[in-house]
């Protein structure tokens, strides 16, 4: 999820408007999100110690679910069903 905001980010296809309510807690909470590589090469995300990931992780999951091939609507369903 977080590679594909990432990816996104780097490309210019996802921007944040400054007229966002929470644009500033946005910018900073990306400033402060951190990947981590693991000995073995596994990677992790999160912020600093201390720090907020919350919006990061809201819009990663948005964009995650945005880049997938659209979905049936059973799958749909079974998603709105989750909330």
Do not use: C, N, Q
């Not at 996104?8 to 500033?24: I, M, N, P, Q, Y």
């Not at 000995?39 to 948005?62: K, M």
């Amino acid at each position: 999820m977080i590679s594909t905001l990432d990816a996104r980010l780097h490309t210019g296809e996802l921007k944040f408007s400054d007229a966002l309510a929470d644009a500033d807690a946005m910018s900073e909470e990306l400033r402060d999100f951190r990947r981590k590589v693991s000995d073995a090469g596994r990677s992790t995300y999160a912020a600093r110690v201390g720090r907020h990931d919350d919006l990061v992780l809201a819009v990663a999951i948005a964009v995650w679910w945005a880049a997938w091939p659209r979905r049936s609507s059973t799958e749909v369903s079974r998603v709105r069903g989750l909330i």
